[in-house]
């Protein structure tokens, strides 16, 4: 596809159940990221695929969030035992190489309700 | 810590008119600064990268400036159309050992330009 693709666009689930999300990254884009953004509030950075490297997973909230990136490519975040407070836009990025001079393209994003 | 303020929140303008964002950051060590657009319900676009060596950058309408020394950047969009109406972004890239996923974004400005 020619854009940074996200499913589900809209999820409402149950507190309690497990959540995954999921982000096809361009084609031929080496780095991937993960963010949130709550109502009101900015964009909280969660995790970040670069190549062959760890990620950073230093921004994910607790022990309860995790992703990965499979092939290189597609990528799932996943939230166990999801919460309210988990509610919140999660938008997939990704670029050529690393952020320092490359422009990032955003997913539209997957809308999480946690009820 | 870098945090990233923008102000105001919200702007309503006529159409026509130009206009000035504006972005302040704390640390004034960083790679380099991104302008975005989100549209409502949307992700983000990006409209504007400059680099920390650079001053400046532009496309078509918009006008993207930079000072580090004074953390402040400046989104000037000029003969502004009802079209522009979005939530304008800015997020910088720090250089003190966050991977190069982490972008610390603003919470934004919303800006109306009525017809």
């Known amino acids: 596809g020619a854009g940074v693709s996200q499913s589900p666009s809209n999820k409402v689930t149950e507190k309690g159940k497990d959540v995954e999300l999921r982000c096809d990254p361009i084609s031929g884009h080496t780095a991937l990221y993960w963010y949130r953004q709550s109502l009101g509030q900015g964009l909280e950075f969660l995790i970040y695929?670069?190549?062959?490297?760890?990620?950073?997973k230093s921004g994910l909230p607790s022990d309860r969030f995790s992703a990965e990136r499979t092939g290189g490519s597609v990528s799932t975040l996943t939230i166990q035992r999801t919460q309210q407070e988990d509610s919140a836009v999660y938008l997939c990025?990704?670029?050529?190489?690393?952020?320092?001079?490359?422009?990032?393209?955003f997913g539209e994003g997957s809308w999480l309700t946690v009820v | 810590k870098q945090e990233v303020t923008q102000i105001p929140a919200a702007l309503s303008v006529p159409e026509g008119e130009n206009l000035v964002l504006n972005c302040s950051f704390t640390d004034s060590a960083i790679y380099n600064l991104q302008w975005f657009r989100q549209d409502p319900g949307k992700g983000l676009t990006s409209l504007l990268l400059?680099?920390?060596?650079?001053r400046e950058q532009t496309s078509g309408r918009l006008n993207a400036s930079l000072d580090k020394s004074s953390g402040r950047s400046t989104l000037y969009i000029a003969a502004s159309q009802p079209g522009d109406s979005a939530t304008y972004l800015c997020a910088v890239k720090r250089t003190d050992g966050g991977s190069q996923g982490n972008l610390i974004f603003g919470k934004g400005t919303k800006l109306s330009v009525k017809p």
């Open positions: 695929f670069q190549g062959n490297s760890a990620p950073d």
């Open positions: 400059i680099q920390s060596s650079q």
């Open positions: 990025a990704s670029s050529r190489q690393g952020a320092y001079g490359n422009t990032i393209y």
